[in-house]
Every structure is written in structure tokens, then in C-alpha cells.
T-cell receptor
């Protein structure tokens, strides 16, 4: 079974620039999550999708972050404009209902 | 929400010794507790989990215990090996949240050969 795929793996941008991350979940997984992991901390949930609907985006900084999941499969997370404090690893995870979450390798974002 | 605390933040053990990592949670409604291992440059990988209707679960050298009354759960690794060196995260999840996980702050485990 293929795992959760993410791209790019690394991204360096200057502050105020825009960036987008892509995630392809495990086939058949209806639930998709985006997490932000700042160095030395545990992952923090940004947004959760069930199929292509948003279940929870209460911790998503909506003034600069946006996410979509078209057709209930792939998802993109965008930051516009980026700030220095957005430097982190962005993790995508997926799960079947009431099952464990499987994480992708993450995208390491550095904002200079 | 849910608040998960994890201790210690760093742990060094000699190869062959045991390692114990402890977590507490705040919301008594939480009923699912996974443990993840994260190696450098990789995403977290599930290593063991426990549900609230069970007090202990074992998988080879790894075990997890849960005390619902005290709202704490622990990861036990026996006969540690150098390849166990990684960052370990505990998490808690409540029902009817689509498996929304709240993570601890992580424990960096180093196994000294």
C-alpha cells in the first residue's frame, strides 16, 4: 500500500512570498489532515477534511493560510504572504474513519 | 480542547536497558491514544496505540499502559537498541472528532551502544 505523498520536500522562500504544498493521501482514506510542526514541538493541527468538506479549521490562520481538497482526494495548503514564524515542517496525514492516522514525510519550509 | 503533556523531553539509556515515556491528558472524553516515532527528516510513524477500554497493550519490545482515572498513559520500550533512537510523540483523540489528534511535545530518545 502506497503511503501519503507530499511535495515538495523542501522549500525556501523570502518573507511576504507565497508557497503551496501538495498532498496525496492513501487511497480510500476519507479524512485528511494538515499539521504544522515547529522545530522541537509536536505537530499542531491546522485543518481537517472529511472527503472534500472541512471538519475543523479553527487553528488555521485564515488571513494567510488556505487549504482545499478538490474531489475528496488530493489537497493543497497555501501560505500567502509568508512570515518568518511560518518556518516549520508541514505534515499531511490521512485516515479511514475511526482508524489511525498515517503521516507523509512532510515539507520543510524555511522563510528568510 | 485537549492538552497533552509529555515527559521527559530528552532521555538517554544504555543499549539493553528500558525506556519509559509518560503522558497526561486533560479531557476525560479522550478515548484513543497512539504513540508515534519520528526519525530525522521523516513524518511520524505509528508504533502502538491503545483505546480507553484497555489498560495495557504489548507488541514485542513495546508496551503501552493507560490509567483512565489518573488520565495518564505511558510507553515502555524494553531491551532498547540503537535503532530505537528517535523522537517519540504521544497523542490523544476524542470520539466524534474524526480522529483529530492532540500531540505531546515529544521525547528525544538516545540509545547509547
Amino acid at each position: 500500500e502506497a503511503g501519503v505523498a507530499q511535495s515538495p520536500r523542501y522549500k525556501i522562500i523570502e518573507k511576504r512570498q507565497s508557497v503551496a504544498f501538495w498532498c496525496n493521501p492513501i487511497s480510500g482514506h476519507a479524512t485528511l489532515y494538515w499539521y504544522q510542526q515547529i522545530l522541537g514541538q509536536g505537530p499542531k493541527l491546522l485543518i481537517q477534511f472529511q472527503n472534500n468538506g472541512v471538519v475543523d479549521d479553527s487553528q488555521l490562520p485564515k488571513d494567510r493560510f488556505s487549504a482545499e481538497r478538490l474531489k475528496g482526494v488530493d489537497s493543497t495548503l497555501k501560505i500567502q504572504p509568508a512570515k518568518l514564524e511560518d518556518s516549520a515542517v508541514y505534515l499531511c496525514a490521512s485516515s479511514l474513519e475511526r482508524s489511525v492516522g498515517y503521516f507523509g514525510p512532510g515539507t520543510r519550509l524555511t522563510v528568510t | 480542547g485537549e492538552n497533552v503533556e509529555q515527559h521527559p523531553s530528552t532521555l538517554s539509556v544504555q543499549e539493553g536497558d528500558s525506556a519509559v515515556i509518560k503522558c497526561t491528558y486533560s479531557d476525560s472524553a479522550s478515548n484513543y491514544f497512539p504513540w508515534y516515532k519520528q526519525e530525522l527528516g521523516k513524518g511520524p510513524q505509528l508504533i502502538i496505540d491503545i483505546r480507553s477500554n484497555v489498560g495495557e497493550k504489548k507488541d514485542q519490545r513495546i508496551a503501552v499502559t493507560l490509567n483512565k482515572t489518573a488520565k495518564h498513559f505511558s510507553l515502555h520500550i524494553t531491551e532498547t537498541q540503537p535503532e530505537d533512537s528517535a523522537v517519540y510523540f504521544c497523542a490523544a483523540s476524542k470520539p466524534n472528532t474524526g480522529n483529530q489528534f492532540y500531540f505531546g511535545t515529544g521525547t528525544s530518545l538516545t540509545v547509547i551502544p
